[in-house]
């Protein structure tokens, strides 16, 4: 739980709070879970870090409306609340970890920054959004910064081994060789930010792990930074299995988009019923990721924006 005050300097209480301080109780209804008090000149905000990065986004933004237009209405705080606030991430933005080829690892985009701000606060979080948004290199880096600052003894990377859409078919060599392909994306990553020789020592001993969801089954997951990913392709069973591995002193970040589901048709995704069961349990968080968090080529943006008119009956069919 943390605090903030914002001070109202230059702004009539009534015109800006609303009778009875409408405007005021209107954005605390949004934000359930945290704590709005508006005492003379002062706005006092209690909540945890990401509630409280949006909360301060809104009473900004409805600050320079009053000094614009003298005035802020209760429709005009629905129409702020309405908005996803992508106008950019604070001054300082944080640097994870620095990366093997010199350069730093950061958030990019505010929702990856909410990412970031949501693993402070809980040790459970969903990440989801479509492909290119961040979402698994921000949680590779999180992981790693918490080995690399002993916060935890071991990272676990686990994927369930869905093929997307395609037959493989037989493959030789041993087991991990099979499995290299579901997790390359993972591969590419940690060597964007551990050297060659200190990952493999690290892999070696077991200090980073990557595996197939399956061999998560019976295991109790202590001390650990603990990442799903395309968790979108998981049963309800393993989803299930899965979140009861976790362990004291552990973290877990399940990453998934649920646009790109690669299980058979009639097989339900574990990620859609985990979010809608757990959505409100205290202590776990949802970040949603969007086609303006893509750091890809611009034009996949472009792309994502496509397919999801299509998605949401937004075109006449003609392609």
Do not use: C, W
């Not at 493989?168 to 591969?187: A, S």
């Not at 650990?224 to 049963?235: K, R």
């Amino acid at each position: 739980m943390v605090e903030k005050v914002i001070t109202l300097e230059n702004v009539s209480l009534l015109d800006f709070l609303g009778v009875e301080n409408k405007n005021i109780n209107e954005v605390a209804s949004a934000f359930p879970k945290s704590k709005i008090v508006s005492r003379g000149n002062e706005i006092r905000i209690q909540g945890s870090s990401t509630d409280l990065l949006k909360i301060n986004d809104i009473i900004n933004s409805l600050v320079q409306h009053y000094h614009k237009y003298g005035k802020v209405t209760e429709e005009n705080v629905q129409n702020y609340l309405s908005k996803e606030a992508e106008e950019g991430l604070p001054e300082k933005e944080e640097v994870l970890i620095y990366g093997t080829r010199g350069f730093t690892i950061k958030p990019k985009t505010l929702n990856q920054q909410k990412l970031v701000y949501a693993v402070k606060d809980n040790d459970l979080v969903f990440a989801l959004g479509p492909a290119g948004t961040g979402k698994t290199y921000i949680s590779v880096a999180l992981a790693v910064k918490a080995l690399k600052n002993k916060q935890v003894k071991k990272i676990i990377i686990t994927r369930p081994a869905v093929e997307a859409g395609e037959t493989l078919g037989f493959l030789p060599g041993d087991l991990k060789e099979k499995l290299d392909p579901y997790l390359r994306p993972i591969y590419d990553a940690l060597y964007d930010m551990i050297p060659a020789e200190k990952l493999k020592y690290y892999m070696e001993n077991n200090v980073i792990e990557i595996a197939p969801l399956a061999y998560m089954r019976g295991r109790t997951l202590n001390n650990a930074f603990i990442l799903l990913d395309e968790a979108q392709n998981t049963t309800p069973m393993q989803i299930k299995m899965f979140l009861t591995r976790m362990g004291p002193n552990s973290k877990v970040i399940i990453t998934g988009d649920t646009s790109q589901i690669d299980l058979p048709k009639k097989q339900k995704s574990g990620l859609i019923e985990a979010a809608e069961i757990l959505k409100n349990v205290e202590g776990i968080g949802f970040v949603e990721l969007t086609g303006k968090d893509v750091i890809r080529h611009r034009i996949v943006k472009d792309i994502i924006a496509a397919y999801e008119k299509v998605e949401n009956g937004q075109t006449n069919g003609d392609y």
